[in-house]
């Protein structure tokens, strides 16, 4: 009598059993990542595989694990999984080394591939260096998302917040994100800049591009920017020089060094001073955003051809040397 009981239920279990070795749904391709918690126990798991469709339910999971698979080496952490995939494999792929996990990187408004890459480093993503390498080196990168006429990516290179794995970051494609930023923010809004030698109001994407990295250095408030922005291309197409202060400071490793900048100020010779160099700098200052860039590209005429700032970051217009001195006078004192 007990053998014979011991066999219907015997051909019960088998008459229930899946086959665990068939897709659990063969049209369901759609990624799924699980996370198995550190200490988990196969009941723990089953409970996360029976919530998430894997798994008809616990009764079913108990038979898988009495009789299937054994479910003890799931290690902790994301795994990347499908219902296209059978209970066996799903089992094995929860053995396996879990994802990398990806941490947050941003990237500060204005900052310069200098800051970018000591930034990088400092967390452990990246040698030191190797981000500014890359990105000085365009043809290391491939086919670009568009073209750009500027012998370095400084500028183009979009600040936002990026996900990027903790284990390391590849900064060629870092890089290469970083530049579809760039066109799904702005870029990709104006079509003709993106064809070699396109223009918009009569300026190319490498003249926008740099007026815009000054713009996000000397006007915090975006609101401000068109009028400064006519202010530049005033003083740009009248050959009256920028007499900009932030570009002398775009090749000091700290911004803020004043005993980097003030030689540079003073150095009619930098390619970055346009206290004594008529035009622009010889590449953007830093990465600017769409407020920057909307303002370089559609700036407001006016009468004013001089700006400063008081301690208050509050600005300050004048239409001459007399009153711009007057307005030094008044809110710098001097």
């Known amino acids: 009598m007990r053998f014979f009981r011991a066999l219907v239920i015997g051909l019960f279990l088998c008459a229930c059993i899946p086959s665990w070795d068939s897709p659990i749904d063969p049209n369901d391709k759609a990624e799924i990542v ?3 918690p550190k200490g988990s126990n196969p009941n723990k798991i089953g409970d996360l595989l029976v919530e998430k469709g894997f798994v008809g339910n616990k009764a079913e999971w108990k038979v ?3 009789v299937g698979g054994d479910p003890s080496c799931a290690k902790a952490g994301k795994h990347k999984l499908s219902k296209s995939m059978s209970l066996n494999d799903v ?3 929860l053995c396996k080394s879990p994802l990398a996990d990806d941490v947050e990187f941003t990237e500060i408004e204005g900052w310069r591939l ?3 890459d000591a930034a990088l480093a400092q967390k452990g993503l990246i040698k030191a260096g190797d981000y500014i390498k890359a990105a000085n080196d365009k043809a290391s990168l491939g ?3 568009f073209p750009i006429e500027s012998s370095s ?3 183009y290179l979009y600040p ?3 996900k990027v794995p903790a284990s390391g970051v590849d900064v060629k494609k870092l890089i290469v994100r970083q530049l579809q930023t760039f066109d799904e923010k702005w870029l990709s809004k104006h079509p003709e800049l993106k064809q070699a030698g396109g223009k918009a109001n009569g300026r190319t994407l490498n003249q926008i591009v740099k007026v815009a990295s000054m713009l996000e250095r000397e006007e915090p408030k975006p609101s401000n920017r068109p ?6 291309w005033k003083r740009v197409d009248t050959n009256n020089g920028l007499g900009i202060d932030a570009t002398s400071r775009y090749q000091c490793p700290d911004w803020n060094d004043e005993k980097c900048f003030i030689p540079l100020l003073n150095n009619k010779e930098d390619p970055y001073n346009t206290r004594y160099r008529v035009g622009m700098p010889l590449t953007a200052i830093g990465n600017p955003t769409v407020e920057s860039l909307d303002a370089a590209l559609n700036p407001t005429k006016t009468e004013y051809w001089y700006y400063l700032h008081d301690s208050q970051a509050n600005i300050h217009l004048a239409k001459n040397a007399t009153e711009h001195d007057a307005n030094k006078a008044k809110y710098i004192g001097h």
């Open 143 to 145: 086919t670009l998302p």
């Open 153 to 155: 990516l400084e500028g």
């Open 227 to 232: 009028i400064v922005a006519g202010i530049m």
């Open 34 to 36: 699980l996370e198995v």
């Open 64 to 66: 898988y694990t009495k």
């Open 91 to 93: 089992v094995k792929e």
């Open 114 to 116: 200098v800051d970018i």
């Open 160 to 162: 936002e917040t990026y």
